[in-house]
């Protein structure tokens, strides 16, 4: 026992504390168990358990500290033991008993908030094996919340106009795609309640829309009536295309085998340069007789995508040859317009690729007159992007299907997004292209289509947190992608496996989609924003934007998912906290203001929560299909406020990763801004 007390930290064997006994480890295990009627892991589990418990309820310190600081060799292993041994993980262990015992939560002053009732956070029925009353729950919601108080905000100041560049543009996986109905009807439903401006896709010319073919003698032969059906589909919905030319058609492929992805899209160099840029021309001039060159210049061109990456991917084994192929498809487009948009390829630029990749196409462009109209780059929190394009081929294989087929590292800084975007404004500055524009054209959390997270409530919040952290810092945020019905690998059978998209593969909106659908109740103009809010005002209403954001562990990074599964995808956030949130408005017109509140939480707006609510089974009919397509709309609250000498004060609390928005509607005769000679 002694032994144990001692030397409970240091990670002890069976083998080395038999031979710190000079037995041998049979006769050592045989005796232990008989004198203490337990195996030797077991007391010492418990041993570890016990002074780790005591440091849980003691400190503030990090589950994944507590766990090396007592023992264990990582925190997966600590958690799944502590589960097994309390009924429960060890952040939800320590809210519940981690407060002084026969004290109630303490609410801030000026707080008239009613106590939370548990209906308003079913979120927390995970932790049922733990809370033996309702009450508990309740405390647990009240106490230690998060607190933003965003001060006085007076409806009569000069506020920011916005540009709302959150909904210039969506992905959809290939231009194939356009031709299935359940991917229109996405599109006409997303234009309907959002409306973007542009679509990214892939694979306008490859050998699924057959464009491309040669005869006997190696004569090119075009057909451009799929590309026709596809254009044709967008342009009923007003959407215009970000005109990737890729990839190449097999016909014309260098290396015919080189396919990747279930899309079997072909990633050689030409085995012609002039045949592919042959190919470039006609299609243009097609879209610019079919459409006119008015609609074609208010289009967005580039060749290629992620060029950068693997070769076993995108890229090509010499560098200069596909600067070269950029140079004259670039040449190609604007000989047939000058004032044609034509960008970079799609880069995953590193913000640590001054001399690496994208350094040699910037000096390549610059010296040889070909520079582009904007930069295309793309955006993941996966930790490998933190990493320059050599480390990224040579240690963790890309953007490689076996990557997307898992989940995958993430970076821990929550503040991710917002760093690349500085540093890619600062390489821009550093290549002579200060104040070009910038689309973001792919974005998410991360690669991988198989990450439970995906499907959640906090792919809500994490979206809102980064959109209203860097709104119109950039031109676009190409959110990808529309749909989980994507064929970069094989289709899941199960609805919610951890996709990418807004919607399932059926066209049930996800948590993420109701967050779009929130942004775009915003104000034209900011008034005021930080951590937590975003408030604007949009003529005789105010529009607040609320989020109460937590960032996933540090286990969870590293990309350690043995806690996720079907039902429960939260355990990688240990504080679940709620979040007061206070905002005083002045100089308010009238005596009441009309309040509608939305909101994005477990409960509401969450189809994947109401799926796992409804017993987490397939669907199995079209009824079915229905019950979650009606609940998987946003929650709403309507009521009406008084004002009291223009002023009225909102307490607004929100569940764990909750979105809400808030429209104030005033009375009339209120301050229109929209009208004032002087804005």
């Avoid at 104000?523 to 989020?547: A, C, M, Q, V, W």
Wanted: aromatic share 12%; glycine share 6%.
């Amino acid at each position: 026992t002694t032994l144990f007390r001692s030397h409970y930290r240091e990670n002890l064997s069976l083998n080395e504390t038999a031979a710190a006994f000079s037995l041998s480890v049979p006769y050592f295990s045989s005796f232990f168990k008989k004198q203490s009627g337990k195996t030797f892991i077991e007391y010492y589990n418990e041993i570890r358990l016990t002074h780790a418990v005591r440091e849980l309820l003691s400190s503030s310190g990090s589950i994944e500290n507590i766990a090396q600081q007592n023992g264990f060799s990582d925190a997966r292993s600590f958690t799944a033991l502590f589960k097994k041994s309390y009924g429960a993980l060890p952040h939800a262990y320590r809210k519940l008993h981690h407060r002084t015992a026969g004290t109630s939560a303490r609410k801030p002053a000026g707080d008239n908030l009613p106590e939370p009732s548990l209906l308003d956070f079913p979120c927390l029925t995970k932790y049922i094996g733990v809370f033996q009353e309702e009450t508990d729950f309740i405390t647990v919601l009240s106490e230690n919340p998060r607190i933003f108080d965003a001060g006085n905000v007076s409806v009569l100041d000069h506020g920011q106009p916005l540009s709302h560049n959150y909904h210039r543009m969506i992905c959809v996986g290939s231009a194939k795609q356009f031709l299935y109905k359940e991917v229109q009807d996405m599109l006409i439903r997303v234009q309907k309640e959002i409306g973007f401006q542009y679509v990214k896709f892939h694979g306008l010319l490859s050998d699924d829309m057959m464009v491309y073919s040669e005869d006997r003698e190696g004569n090119p032969h075009y057909s451009f009536a799929l590309v026709d059906k596809a254009l044709d589909f967008l342009h009923s919905i007003g959407m215009k295309p970000l005109f990737q030319l890729s990839f190449m058609p097999i016909a014309l492929a260098e290396d015919p085998s080189r396919v990747m992805d279930f899309y079997h899209f072909n990633t050689s160099p030409p085995k012609d340069l002039q045949k592919w840029i042959g190919l470039v021309d006609a299609v243009v001039r097609h879209c610019i007789s079919r459409y006119g060159m008015e609609e074609v210049r208010s289009w967005l061109f580039c060749v290629w995508n992620e060029p950068d990456e693997t070769v076993e991917q995108f890229s090509w084994n010499d560098r200069e040859r596909f600067f070269r192929f950029y140079d004259a498809t670039y040449r190609t487009v604007k000989a047939i317009g000058p004032d044609l948009q034509f960008g970079t390829p799609s880069l995953l630029l590193s913000v640590q690729e001054e001399y690496g990749w994208a350094g040699d196409f910037f000096r390549y462009t610059s010296s040889h007159g070909c520079n582009p109209d904007f930069l295309n780059i793309h955006y993941y929190d996966n930790s490998l992007f933190e990493q320059d394009s050599s480390d990224r081929i040579r240690s963790q294989k890309g953007l490689s299907t076996e990557n997307m087929e898992h989940s995958f590292p993430l970076t821990a800084d929550p503040h991710a997004m917002m760093k690349f975007i500085s540093n890619i404004k600062s390489l821009a500055r550093k290549h002579n292209m200060k104040g070009i524009p910038i689309y973001l054209t792919e974005w998410n959390l991360t690669i991988s289509h198989r990450d439970l997270i995906n499907d959640t409530c906090f792919k809500s919040c994490h979206l809102v947190k980064n959109l209203l952290e860097n709104y119109d810092r950039l031109e676009s945020f190409s959110y990808w992608s529309l749909t989980d019905f994507i064929e970069e690998m094989q289709l899941s059978p199960d609805l919610y496996h951890g996709g990418l998209g807004l919607f399932t593969y059926n066209g049930i909106p996800k948590a993420n989609y109701n967050a779009f659908l929130l942004l775009g109740k915003l104000g034209e103009e900011l008034l005021k924003k930080e951590d937590g809010y975003f408030i604007t005002r949009k003529n005789n209403s105010i529009r607040i934007l609320l989020y109460n954001y937590e960032h996933y562990s540090k286990l969870f990074a590293r990309g350690q998912r043995t806690e996720l599964n079907i039902t429960d995808r939260y355990s990688p956030f240990e504080e679940m906290s709620t979040a007061q949130f206070t905002v005083r408005l002045s100089d308010l017109p009238g005596t009441h203001a009309t309040i509608k509140e939305y909101f994005v939480n477990q409960y509401a707006g969450s189809s994947y929560d109401t799926w796992a609510r409804m017993g987490s089974l397939p669907l199995s009919g079209q009824e079915d299909y229905d019950i979650l397509m009606q609940e998987s709309r946003p929650g709403l609250r309507l009521h009406r406020d008084p004002i009291v000498d223009g002023m009225m004060t909102l307490h607004v609390r929100l569940a764990p990763l909750e979105v809400r928005l808030l429209q104030i509607d005033l009375e009339s005769g209120s301050h229109d801004r929209s009208h004032d000679p002087a804005n």
